[in-house]
């Protein structure tokens, strides 16, 4: 077998997939594309800006490449990213991977104090940021106790990444890696507390590409991607770059905010296939369109996962549009989508069925697998799970055991395969002396049609009992009154086990989440 080359035997499900001993992922991703035909077909579409062919794309990344290690960044040191989505992200990403630096994206919504202590925690030797984060960014790096060598813009005048671009050459030999090599970091969304690295090797973005981006949803050459879920993290990365690289289709990029009005010109102007969202925004378009009805017709699939997907909304969003949501989940450890719905084979509510190539189970405390209906901790398996998180080996050993990961949630499987999520293992409830899911609740909750997003959290009554208590945000903050807090309450007591209903109801105008979508439920306890 040729240098960093990938195999697949399609004859079977999943389709086996074999790598060159020599494998630089950059390669089947990005040069590939020249071998096969497409260098004059586009693969990346600005909202607002130009087009990237993939003969330009991969010129691009041979002068990205050449232009850091020309800056002195070496094999094996990182590059934190803090860049939107636009054509230097791919090019920065992907030049370091070829000159075999490790990329590493951060999340571009955060604060100097968290950029600060990625900057300690990782030792990078280079960042490259986009000029509008340029308020958070330079402050963390005056705070920073590590001192990066390398310090870019990722574009306009002066030295930045772009600027240096010009000046290198757009020749560029692939540096030698293993499969299993490192390649890439993403930090954990924190969730539950500090941002952790996460390491992945070079064949993590073949196996999710294919396993989820082919075998599942089915993106081939024709198709157009657009993810509102922005590049910086494992859900968006996926869908807006790796899937339409892996598939040699087209990706649109949008570098501002996913607001239900942008969401729906960028679709009604490039005319998407594919497109992935979360279920907040997929709430919040279903309110636009009671001012205005978008044309969604080009669209073939639409992809939620970053909180499980309430069967309400989901029904609403179809019977708006005709369209099923197909909801999945999937981890930054994980890379991506790992249980989904498919087109024809779905349920309310259920994240889905394992994807291609992972296995899911069930455990109790002890590690044992539970009975179909039972709910525990979900173990996942499968060939993109994180080598280890950075200098964290307690964690790392804690997440992984004999192969399996431990993803933190807690789940429950239907006699049919599905999974259903209660929501996170921390996150539980226990009622009266039985486990409650805040899911379960939540959903109950905004299936009321004067409620757009609830979250549910445990809180000590007056004898000390753990009781559920909600966080709910309105699709019109003016109806919030005593009167909305006792149709509420009537609604969850008429819907669900008497147990579970809130004992509070709290009206705020948002949640606190992850760049994901996660709620993050521990800010409400901690409140």
Known sequence: MADHTVTLDTS????????????????????????????????IRQHGGGTVTYAELAENVNRAGNALTGLGLGPGERLLMMVKDAPEFFYAFWGAIKAGIIPVPLNTLLRAKDYAYMIDNSEAAGIVYSA????????????????????????GDGDSLLGQMAGASADLDP?????????????????????????????????????????????????????????????????????????????????????????????????????????????????????????????????????????????????????????????????????????????????????????GRIVDDDGNEVPDGETGSLMIRGDSLLKQYWRNPEKTAAALQGGWMYTGDTYYKDEDGF???????????????IWCSPVEIEAKLVEHPKVMEAAVVGRADDEELIKPEAFIVLNDAGDASDALTGELLEHCKSGLARYKYPRWFNFVDELPKTATGKIQRFKLRDG
């Open 419 to 433: 999974f259903f999520c209660c929501g996170r293992s921390d996150d539980m409830l226990k009622v009266g002396g």
């Open 132 to 155: 509008e984060f340029a308020g958070e960014v330079e402050p963390a790096i005056e705070a920073a106790a590590h001192k990066p060598a390398v310090i870019l813009k990722a574009a």
């Open 12 to 43: 079977t499900s999943p389709a086996g997939i074999s790598y060159s001993d020599n494998f630089n992922v950059a390669v089947p991703f990005i040069d590939r594309h020249l071998a096969e035909g497409r260098g004059t077909r586009v693969i």
């Open 175 to 359: 540096v030698a890696a293993k499969p299993d090599d490192d390649c890439f970091w993403l930090y954990s969304s924190g969730s539950t507390g500090s941002p952790k690295g996460v390491v992945h090797a070079h064949k993590d973005m073949v196996v999710t590409s294919q396993y989820y981006g082919v075998e599942t949803i089915g993106i081939g050459e024709k198709d157009v991607c657009f993810s509102a879920a922005k590049l910086f993290f494992a859900y968006g990365l996926g869908n807006g770059m790796t899937f339409p690289l892996w598939s040699g289709c087209e990706a649109v990029l949008f570098d501002g905010a996913p607001t239900p009005d942008a969401m729906h010109e960028v679709i009604e102007t490039h005319k998407p296939s594919v497109y992935f969202a979360v279920p907040t925004l997929y709430a919040a378009q279903l309110r636009a369109m009671d001012e205005r009805e978008p044309d969604l017709s080009s669209l073939r699939a639409c992809i939620s996962a970053g909180e499980a997907l309430p069967p309400d909304l989901l029904k609403r969003w179809t019977d708006a549009t005709g369209f099923t949501i197909l909801d999945g989940i999937g981890t930054t450890e994980i890379l991506h989508i790992f249980l989904s719905n498919r087109d024809g084979d779905f349920k309310p509510g259920a994240s889905g069925k394992t994807v291609p190539g992972y296995e």
